[in-house]
């Protein structure tokens, strides 16, 4: 079964940074679009940035200006920088595909922000 594996999530203060790391295999990563989601406690999972595989970008307004997306496509991995963190940013973040049907999802990476 092909997994993603999310990485880099932790805790933090309000207005820190974190940098989230996604290893996806080459069935899924080749050619498809790719993006970053979240699921906070008791809400519906959300996609946050998602970048082609020829690195075009899009944002969900609450992280615009604050989070990047990107992708080695050599390595099979997208990345998510997020600077000025929120506390509203805490959530279980996940890695798939954009378009349907979505891979299986992976474990994701906890990110807590503190006030």
């Known amino acids: 079964q092909v997994q993603l594996v999310e990485s880099g999530g932790g805790l933090v203060q309000a207005g820190g940074s974190l940098r989230l790391s996604c290893a996806a295999p080459?069935?899924?990563?080749?050619?498809?679009?790719m993006a970053w989601y979240r699921q906070a406690p008791g809400k519906q999972r959300e996609l946050v940035a998602a970048?082609?595989?020829?690195?075009?970008?899009n944002y969900a307004d609450s992280v615009k200006g604050r989070f990047t997306i990107s992708r080695d496509n050599a390595k099979n991995t997208v990345f998510l920088q997020m600077n000025s963190l929120k506390p509203e940013d805490t959530a279980v973040y996940y890695c798939?595909?954009?378009?349907?049907?979505?891979?299986?999802w992976g474990q994701g990476t906890q990110v807590t922000v503190s006030s």
């Open positions: 970048i082609t595989n020829v690195g075009s970008t």
């Open positions: 080459v069935s899924i990563f080749s050619f498809n679009a």
């Open positions: 798939n595909k954009v378009r349907h049907p979505l891979a299986s």
